[in-house]
C-alpha cells in the first residue's frame, strides 16, 4: 500500500501541523514531545492521532527558519486567534534571540572556524559562559551589547579571546549614545540600529507580564510587528543573514 502524504501543513516554532489525508483529522506533532528533535522533517512519516483513524502518513514539506524568524511568523496564527498578548510576547522574544544568536555567532562560531584548531571541548566550555554570563540578563542589556559590538566592531580572533570578552561582558552593556550609532558606516544599518535603541516593544512586554496585566489591541500588535520585522529582517540582511546551521553539523 502506498503511504498518503499530506497536502495541508502548517509549521511553526513549536509544532508541526498536518491534516490526515485518510479521516482529515487536524494533528498536531510538537517538536520537544512527540517528534524529539529540531531538525528540519523531510519525508517524515507520523501516525495520526485520531484514535479511529491512527493510519501512517507522510509530511513533505516543513518549515524551519531560524528561531526568531520562526517566532515572527507565529504571530500570524496567534493574530488571527486574537492572542495578541502572546504576539507581543513573541515578539519581544524574537529580539532577545536574535541578540543571542548574534553574540554566539561571533564569539563562538566564527572564532572557532578561524582557529582550525577544532577544539570541540573548549567550544563547549566557552558556549556555557556564554549561555551563563547572559542567562538572566534583560532584554535592555542583550540589546547594548549587540549594538555596542556593531559601533565598537567587536571582533574575537580566538576562542581565548571570546573567553576574555565574555568575562568582561557587562564593559559592552552600557546604553550607546546616537552619536556612536549614526557614526556607523553603513547608513542603512545605522538607521535600522537607531530604531532598533527606540523600540518599545519589551516594555509593552513588561506591561502584560508584569501585575499590571496590560491587554494590547491589534492595533499595538500590528504596529509591533511591523517594527519588528522591518527591524530585524532588515539588520539581518546587513549583517549577512546570521544563520546557525551554517555553523552547526546537524
Ligand atoms: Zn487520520
Same mark, same amino acid.
Given at each position: 500500500?502506498?503511504i ?5 501543513? !502548517?509549521?511553526t ?11 482529515? =483529522?487536524?494533528? +498536531? #506533532? ?5 517528534? $524529539? ?6 519525508? $517524515? ?10 493510519? @501512517?502518513?507522510?509530511? %513533505? ?11 515572527i ?5 496567534l493574530?488571527?486567534?486574537?492572542q ?19 553574540? /554566539?555567532?561571533?564569539?563562538? #562560531? ?6 582550525k584548531?577544532?577544539? &570541540? ?5 566557552i ?7 547572559? !542567562? ?10 549587540? *549594538?555596542?559590538? +556593531?559601533?565598537? @566592531? ?10 576574555? *570578552?565574555?568575562?568582561?561582558? @557587562?564593559?559592552?552593556?552600557s ?13 542603512k ?22 501585575? =499590571?496585566?496590560? !491587554?494590547?489591541?491589534? &492595533? ?25 546551521? /551554517? =555553523?552547526?553539523? %546537524?
Amino acid at each position: 500500500m502506498v503511504i498518503k502524504k499530506s497536502t495541508e501543513t !502548517r509549521s511553526t516554532y513549536e509544532n508541526v501541523e498536518a491534516r490526515c489525508p485518510y479521516c482529515s =483529522y487536524w494533528n +498536531i #506533532y510538537n517538536r520537544a514531545s512527540d517528534i $524529539k528533535n529540531f531538525k528540519l522533517l523531510i519525508e $517524515k512519516i507520523v501516525v495520526c492521532q485520531s484514535s479511529s483513524c491512527n493510519f @501512517k502518513f507522510l509530511i %513533505e514539506k516543513d518549515l524551519i527558519n531560524p528561531a526568531w524568524q520562526m517566532l515572527i511568523l507565529d504571530c500570524e496564527v496567534l493574530k488571527q486567534r486574537k492572542q495578541y498578548s502572546y504576539c507581543i510576547l513573541n515578539l519581544t522574544q524574537s529580539f532577545e534571540m536574535y541578540f543571542a544568536l548574534f553574540l /554566539r555567532v561571533e564569539l563562538l #562560531y566564527k572564532p572557532f572556524g578561524i582557529e582550525k584548531s577544532y577544539n &570541540e571541548n573548549l567550544l563547549n566550555k566557552i558556549s556555557d559562559l556564554l549561555f551563563e554570563s547572559t !542567562r538572566k540578563w534583560p532584554f535592555y542589556l542583550l540589546r547594548n551589547t549587540f *549594538i555596542n559590538f +556593531i559601533t565598537n @566592531k567587536i571582533k574575537s580572533n580566538g576562542l581565548e579571546q571570546s573567553n576574555s *570578552i565574555i568575562l568582561d561582558l @557587562k564593559l559592552y552593556s552600557s546604553e550607546p549614545t546616537n552619536e556612536a550609532i549614526k557614526s556607523i558606516e553603513d547608513n542603512k544599518l545605522s538607521d535600522l540600529i537607531l530604531r532598533l535603541k527606540n523600540t518599545q516593544v519589551n516594555i509593552l512586554r513588561n506591561r502584560i507580564i508584569h501585575k =499590571y496585566g496590560y !491587554r494590547p489591541t491589534v &492595533e499595538e500588535v500590528e504596529s509591533s510587528k511591523d517594527e519588528t520585522e522591518q527591524i530585524l529582517f532588515g539588520i539581518d540582511y546587513c549583517l549577512g543573514v546570521l544563520n546557525e546551521r /551554517r =555553523y552547526l553539523y %546537524e
